[in-house]
T-cell receptor, first 113, second 110 residues
């Protein structure tokens, strides 16, 4: 497909477990972003990758959160030792080099029991 | 200073009416202001966007009005339709990342 693809679409896990969320950006898009959307709220910026530059991690809420990106392709967001407050929809977006607009995937709905 | 404040939180409009959603910001370094539309279970989709050197942009039934001196911008949806019922988010760009408003849930009644 031509859009941003995220997997899994839903993830249910127990408190304390680690989770990995995957994002496949639009082909050719060098910028990739992760956002978190809590129920009924706006999107919160988490992290931003731009090509080979150091990522902007300023939005990561704690050291339990980390993300990696392989070149200009797939990105993985990892949450270690999950807590109930981590329950949210995690959205990924991509855009052309240093340009808007950002195109979003449909997100991963994460539920922590 | 990096907040974007959006109002109202919810809005009910009759079919054919005008929907108006407002946003305000503080940081004058913001350089791009998009509006996104989100349906339940889906990611946000770009609706329309504006840069701060333009005071108004229109695309079909959707218009952004931008007031740089007041640090406010708004979305107008003309001839609102039931299919427009969704959550709308304003946002502002800073160094590439987007800062989002809290969202407006729009319901258009037939």
């Amino acid at each position: 497909g031509a859009g941003v693809s995220q997997s899994p679409s839903n993830k249910v896990t127990e408190k304390g477990k680690d989770v990995e969320l995957r994002c496949d950006p639009i082909s050719g898009h060098t910028a990739l972003y992760w956002y978190r959307q809590r129920l009924g709220q706006g999107l919160e910026f988490l992290i931003y990758f731009q090509g080979n530059s150091a990522p902007d991690k300023s939005g990561l809420p704690s050291d339990r959160f980390s993300a990696e990106r392989t070149g200009e392709s797939v990105s993985t967001l990892t949450i270690q030792r999950t807590q109930q407050e981590d329950s949210a929809v995690y959205l990924c977006a991509s855009s052309p080099y240093k340009a808007q607009p950002q195109h979003f995937g449909d997100g991963t709905r994460l539920s922590i029991l | 200073q990096q907040q974007v404040k959006q109002s109202p939180q919810s809005l009910i409009v009759q079919k054919g009416g005008i929907s108006i959603i407002n946003c305000a910001y503080e940081n004058t370094a913001f350089d791009y202001f998009p509006w996104y539309q989100q349906f339940p279970g889906k990611g946000p989709a770009l609706l329309i966007a504006i840069r701060p050197d333009v005071s108004e942009k229109k695309e079909g039934r959707f218009t952004i009005s931008f007031n740089k001196s007041a640090k406010q911008f708004s979305l107008h949806i003309m001839d609102s339709q039931p299919g427009d019922s969704a959550t709308y988010f304003c946002a502002a760009s800073l160094g590439g990342k987007l800062i989002f408003g809290q969202g407006t849930e729009l319901s258009v009644k037939p």
